[in-house]
């Protein structure tokens, strides 16, 4: 239960994600800015999140999305300035939001002032000592210091030159190579990193969102290890991959929490670690992060024995520590559940569909993400919203690849296209040069002629559009308090029906093809319709294929 001075608010928190490129342009150059998102906070507000998450607006070259960043401590002129990432603090605090921002502690960009020292100084020089710099093998060194690849295809390592003008050491890079890894052995690293903190603490923001939490520890000696590790990130035969969830990560995040801890709010700290829940859960024991996302869940076909073994395995996990359990279905890395779900098999979630590739079924993809979303908001715990989710935004699948920038589409030799299609600039009008998210139509990514018919202005009226049914639920959720609430499990005598309570409100999902007959039985509705994810999805006793019902339970009292 959410504590009435709001100090437990993470822990039943609904946090919708911006990716600043995408959401908002005010000053017509095509790409996304801080005073744009400031401008449309309202929205935010009203769809009813408690907080937002920014997706980094730091100085960057942009060779992975702003991922890639050259100052921790500033904001990239093509997003604004300190005093706009102020302004927006400010407003959204005014409108009762609280502000999540990126922490990228695994890596910086190649352009970085202390990376730019290291190359120019000598092998084994303490600048040098920052990142992981070694020496190649083979007779001359020319080959990588180990068989590790990249998360962007191709070798993890790149070989610089020296002063000199030879070939010289090489450097480890998990992503790109404009993407140098930390070393976090050095005390340097981490008094850096609380100096950004703390900077950002100062100013305000509410707490962060780590990026690539899990791997910014390495394995003693950077072992080879030649297994894939895309995805969810398993144990090989009792061993987790040198790279990612090594034991040393929990010292750093304990150093962290007690920044935080020193902050009135809290402050908080959310993990994202592609990790199974039981390896999740060990980053968010009480004096660790707050939060870590729920990436199994967020890779699950549409089953409902799939969702039901991973909503108890995520619950028991984080319970063990005494952890609320986070769910996410979308986010700027996967491509976009009400296209994911438009498929009848399993899905690469970040490699991207082209013209030319098979294409998802619109229909069927945004009626299961409409019912997805509904039962993800009926479970107890926090939730993590993307931009333009409430829209039923489809992932764009037409790009044309000359327009590409992920940089896994150059670096995989166009085999794999990347996450381009869930970045696309979202739209506010339907109509307008760029359906009301810039003054231009040359927008940094283009977006299909279609959109306006997803605008947000579009559905504002419509009480059957997807805007309507996620300001509904978001609604109901807080009145209900069903994320401070505890989950029940009804026995509904169908494998494709999922049923639960959760504190007033009886959450049903039938995740088959025909129509189910709800039993009489434990597990029917109790009460009034309060949500459905379509229009008439439970109707004379019957649920509807693909859709999902809140129901009032206890007389019909959800407060």
């Given at each position: 239960m959410?504590?009435?001075?709001?100090?437990?608010?993470?822990?039943?928190?609904?946090?919708?994600?911006?990716?600043?490129?995408?959401?908002?342009?005010?000053?017509?150059?095509?790409?996304g800015?801080?005073?744009g998102?400031?401008?449309?906070?309202?929205?935010?507000?009203?769809?009813?999140?408690?907080?937002?998450?920014?997706?980094?607006?730091?100085?960057?070259?942009?060779?992975?999305?702003?991922?890639?960043?050259?100052?921790?401590?500033?904001?990239?002129?093509?997003?604004?300035?300190?005093?706009?990432?102020?302004?927006?603090?400010?407003?959204?605090?005014?409108?009762?939001?609280r502000?999540?921002?990126?922490?990228?502690?695994?890596?910086?960009?190649?352009q970085?002032?202390?990376?730019?020292?290291?190359?120019?100084?000598?092998?084994?020089?303490?600048?040098?000592?920052?990142f992981?710099?070694r020496?190649?093998?083979?007779?001359?060194?020319?080959?990588?210091?180990?068989?590790?690849?990249?998360?962007?295809?191709?070798?993890?390592?790149?070989?610089?030159?020296?002063?000199?003008?030879?070939?010289?050491?090489w450097?480890?890079?998990?992503f790109?190579?404009?993407?140098?890894?930390?070393?976090?052995?050095?005390?340097?690293?981490?008094?850096?990193?609380?100096?950004?903190?703390r900077?950002?603490l100062d100013?305000?923001?509410?707490?962060?969102?780590?990026?690539?939490?899990d791997?910014?520890?390495?394995?003693?000696?950077?072992?080879d290890?030649p297994?894939?590790?895309?995805?969810?990130v398993?144990?090989?035969?009792?061993?987790?991959?040198?790279?990612?969830?090594?034991?040393?990560?929990?010292?750093?995040?304990?150093?962290?929490?007690?920044?935080?801890?020193?902050y009135?709010?809290?402050r908080?700290?959310?993990?994202?670690?592609?990790?199974?829940?039981?390896r999740?859960?060990?980053?968010?024991?009480?004096?660790?992060?707050?939060?870590?996302?729920?990436?199994?869940?967020?890779s699950?076909?549409w089953?409902?024995?799939?969702?039901?073994?991973?909503?108890?395995?995520?619950?028991?996990?984080?319970?063990?520590?005494?952890?609320?359990?986070?769910?996410?279905?979308?986010?700027h890395?996967?491509?976009?559940?009400?296209?994911?779900?438009?498929?009848?098999?399993?899905?690469?979630?970040?490699?991207?569909?082209?013209?030319?590739?098979?294409?998802?079924?619109?229909?069927?993809?945004?009626?299961r993400?409409?019912?997805?979303?509904?039962l993800?908001?009926?479970?107890?715990?926090?939730?993590?919203?993307?931009?333009g989710?409430?829209?039923?935004?489809?992932?764009?699948?037409?790009?044309?690849?000359?327009?590409?920038?992920?940089?896994?589409?150059?670096?995989?030799?166009?085999?794999i296209?990347?996450?381009?299609?869930?970045?696309?600039p979202?739209?506010?009008t339907?109509?307008g040069?760029?359906?009301?998210?810039?003054?231009?139509?040359d927008?940094?990514?283009?977006?299909?002629?279609?959109?306006?018919?997803?605008?947000?202005?579009?559905?504002?009226?419509?009480?059957?559009?997807?805007?309507?049914?996620?300001?509904?639920?978001?609604?109901?959720?807080?009145?209900?308090?069903?994320?401070g609430?505890t989950?029940r499990?009804?026995d509904?005598?169908?494998?494709?029906?999922?049923a639960?309570?959760n504190?007033?409100?009886?959450v049903?999902?039938?995740?088959?093809?025909?129509?189910?007959?709800?039993?009489?039985?434990?597990?029917?509705?109790?009460g009034?319709?309060?949500?459905?994810?379509?229009?008439?999805?439970?109707?004379?006793?019957?649920?509807?294929?693909?859709?999902?019902?809140?129901?009032?339970?206890?007389?019909?009292?959800?407060?």
């Amino acid at each position: 239960m959410t504590t009435p001075d709001g100090t437990d608010w993470w822990r039943t928190a609904v946090i919708y994600q911006v990716y600043p490129r995408s959401f908002a342009d005010l000053d017509g150059d095509g790409t996304g800015d801080l005073a744009g998102i400031t401008a449309r906070l309202d929205h935010v507000a009203a769809l009813g999140a408690d907080a937002v998450w920014l997706s980094p607006f730091y100085p960057s070259p942009q060779a992975d999305g702003g991922y890639d960043v050259a100052d921790y401590r500033d904001v990239d002129p093509v997003y604004g300035t300190l005093a706009d990432a102020d302004a927006l603090l400010a407003r959204a605090h005014e409108l009762g939001l609280r502000v999540i921002a990126d922490l990228v502690p695994n890596h910086c960009s190649d352009q970085h002032v202390l990376f730019r020292a290291a190359l120019a100084a000598d092998p084994g020089s303490p600048e040098r000592g920052m990142f992981h710099f070694r020496d190649g093998r083979g007779e001359h060194g020319e080959l990588p210091p180990n068989d590790w690849q990249s998360m962007f295809e191709g070798p993890a390592w790149t070989r610089v030159t020296e002063s000199d003008g030879t070939p010289g050491q090489w450097y480890l890079h998990l992503f790109a190579p404009e993407q140098p890894d930390w070393n976090w052995d050095d005390p340097r690293v981490h008094r850096e990193f609380e100096t950004t903190l703390r900077f950002w603490l100062d100013r305000g923001v509410d707490g962060f969102r780590v990026d690539v939490c899990d791997a910014i520890v390495k394995a003693p000696g950077l072992p080879d290890w030649p297994h894939a590790t895309h995805g969810v990130v398993e144990p090989v035969d009792g061993v987790m991959p040198p790279m990612w969830d090594q034991e040393g990560i929990h010292a750093v995040f304990r150093e962290w929490r007690r920044i935080l801890d020193e902050y009135e709010g809290p402050r908080i700290l959310c993990a994202e670690a592609w990790l199974p829940p039981e390896r999740a859960a060990r980053i968010v024991r009480s004096d660790e992060m707050h939060q870590a996302f729920n990436f199994a869940y967020l890779s699950l076909p549409w089953d409902a024995a799939a969702i039901r073994a991973n909503v108890d395995t995520s619950i028991a996990a984080n319970d063990a520590v005494g952890a609320p359990t986070t769910w996410v279905l979308s986010n700027h890395d996967v491509m976009r559940h009400a296209s994911r779900f438009g498929y009848d098999g399993p899905v690469e979630l970040e490699a991207g569909v082209g013209v030319d590739d098979a294409q998802p079924d619109r229909a069927t993809g945004l009626r299961r993400a409409r019912a997805a979303t509904l039962l993800m908001l009926g479970l107890p715990g926090s939730a993590y919203l993307y931009q333009g989710e409430e829209l039923g935004l489809p992932e764009v699948t037409t790009l044309p690849d000359t327009v590409r920038q992920d940089p896994v589409w150059e670096r995989s030799g166009h085999r794999i296209r990347g996450r381009d299609g869930c970045r696309v600039p979202i739209p506010w009008t339907p109509d307008g040069p760029s359906f009301g998210f810039s003054s231009t139509a040359d927008t940094w990514l283009p977006q299909p002629a279609d959109f306006g018919a997803f605008a947000v202005a579009a559905q504002e009226e419509d009480e059957t559009s997807t805007l309507a049914m996620y300001r509904l639920a978001l609604a109901v959720r807080r009145r209900a308090d069903l994320g401070g609430g505890t989950l029940r499990w009804h026995d509904t005598g169908s494998r494709s029906v999922l049923a639960w309570s959760n504190g007033g409100v009886t959450v049903v999902g039938n995740l088959g093809p025909e129509p189910v007959r709800l039993p009489a039985a434990e597990g029917a509705p109790g009460g009034d319709v309060l949500v459905e994810s379509v229009p008439g999805a439970f109707t004379d006793g019957l649920l509807a294929a693909d859709a999902a019902v809140w129901f009032a339970t206890d007389g019909g009292r959800t407060t």
